[in-house]
């Protein structure tokens, strides 16, 4: 059974730092890719980084690229958000998701963990 936990959420002033962790089991993590996801109150799920675990490609939505890095520990099975210079508005439900390198879908979900950015 695939799990991925996901934790390291807060409340956050604006400008500030905060490291996300999505530990995933049961996942082949060499042949997998893993992502970010968030969704803020009445707004859609954005993607906004993923990582491919066996080569560390990485991709970025315009909303956070230069401020937020993604990276992956495979000897953990861990993938890490750092964000920094929080705004606002990245105040959200942040997912992480997995799924195997040939899949266009993201199969596996994580709980959520909230970010709050107070200005």
């Known amino acids: 059974e695939v799990q991925l936990q996901a934790s390291g959420g807060g409340l956050v002033q604006a400008g500030g730092s905060l490291r996300l962790s999505c530990a995933v089991s049961?996942?082949?993590?060499?042949?997998?890719?893993i992502a970010w996801f968030r969704q803020a109150p009445g707004k859609e799920r954005e993607g906004i980084a993923c990582?491919?675990?066996?080569?560390?490609?990485?991709v970025y939505s315009d909303s956070v690229k230069g401020r937020f890095t993604i990276a992956s520990d495979n000897a953990r099975n861990t993938v890490y958000l750092q964000m920094n210079s929080l705004k606002p508005e990245d105040t959200a439900v942040y997912y992480c998701?997995?799924?195997?390198?040939?899949?266009?879908?993201?199969?596996?979900w994580g709980q959520g963990t909230r970010v709050t950015v107070s200005s």
């Open positions: 998701a997995a799924k195997t390198k040939m899949r266009v879908v993201y199969e596996y």
């Open positions: 990582i491919v675990s066996d080569n560390d490609d990485t």
């Open positions: 049961g996942l082949t993590f060499g042949n997998s890719a």
